[in-house]
């Protein structure tokens, strides 16, 4: 099984940039100031063409 698994992760690997250049993930950050406190937040998006992907923490 580790042989298997082993050669579906290399293809995998191999596959990443198949049809084109690899995408670099979009990272923002915000920091807001009220009178309540400060919050702070950031995401990473990944995306290409009409599909994304995102992942987001607030502090």
């Known amino acids: 099984m580790k042989p298997v698994a082993a050669i579906a992760l290399l293809l995998t690997l191999a596959a990443c940039g198949v049809d084109g250049e690899p995408v670099p993930p979009q990272v923002n950050s915000t920091v807001t100031l009220s009178s309540s406190g400060m ?21």
């Open 39 to 59: 919050s702070v937040g950031t995401g990473v998006t990944l995306g290409r063409g009409p599909f994304r992907l995102g992942l987001g923490a607030a502090l």
